[in-house]
Structures are given as structure tokens and as C-alpha cells.
Nanobody, 124 residues
């Protein structure tokens, strides 16, 4: 079973920083694209940042210049460095990954997975 395990959320004051991590330990999942989404209470889930297998990144306008996304392909891990945090960044942050899941040489399928979510709370 493929799982994405997140860590690094918490409570921080406005202007502070947090670093989120998300890792897959599965040997059957070959990861292509990875991303972070967030969902604030009463709002839809939105893309925060994404990174392709060759390191091309994209960001929501609201976090450009404050957040960076990176990945360690050898560790199947994606990171989200969040600086200059604002109260409006408060949300549950979810890791996302897509790629190929191969349970055998003859059996591969395009797949996508979500992490369980980690709470980020920014106090004013």
C-alpha cells in the first residue's frame, strides 16, 4: 500500500517559518509530480506549490516569494519551506504525488495519492 507521510506542521507567529516534509516509502510507486495543497475552514482545497520530476516549480500567487518547494528524488520526499507566514496561510496542508504504481513488471498503472494532512496555524 502506498502512503504519503507528512510532518512539520504546527503553530507559529506571523512572520515566522515552518518546513513541511512529505515522504513515500513505497517501492512500487515511481513518483512523477509532487505538490502541496491546502484547505482552510470553509474554503476549497487549493494548490500551493508543485514540482515536476526534473525540478520545474510553480506557485500560487499568494505564496510567491515566501514559499519554496524542493524534492529529494533519492528519498522520495518533497519539502515546502514557508517563510514570512501570514494568518491567512492557516490551513490543513496536504501532500500530493502522482506517478506509476507497479505491483509487477506487467502491472503498472498511473496513480495519485494524498497525504493525511498537517495543520499549519499562523497567529497574528
Amino acid at each position: 500500500q502506498v502512503q504519503l507521510v507528512e510532518s512539520g506542521g504546527g503553530l507559529v507567529q506571523a512572520g515566522g517559518s515552518l518546513r513541511l516534509s512529505c515522504a513515500s516509502s513505497s517501492r512500487v510507486f515511481s513518483i512523477n509530480h509532487m505538490a502541496w495543497y491546502r484547505q482552510a475552514p470553509g474554503k476549497q482545497r487549493e494548490l500551493v506549490a508543485g514540482i515536476s520530476s526534473d525540478g520545474i516549480t510553480n506557485f500560487a500567487d499568494s505564496v510567491k516569494g515566501r514559499f519554496t518547494i524542493s524534492r529529494d528524488n533519492a528519498k522520495n520526499t518533497v519539502y515546502l519551506q514557508m517563510n514570512s507566514l501570514k494568518p491567512e496561510d492557516t490551513a490543513v496542508y496536504y501532500c500530493y504525488a502522482d506517478g506509476l504504481t507497479c505491483y509487477s513488471v506487467e502491472s503498472c498503472a498511473k496513480s495519485n495519492y494524498w497525504g493525511q494532512g498537517t495543520q499549519v496555524t499562523v497567529s497574528s
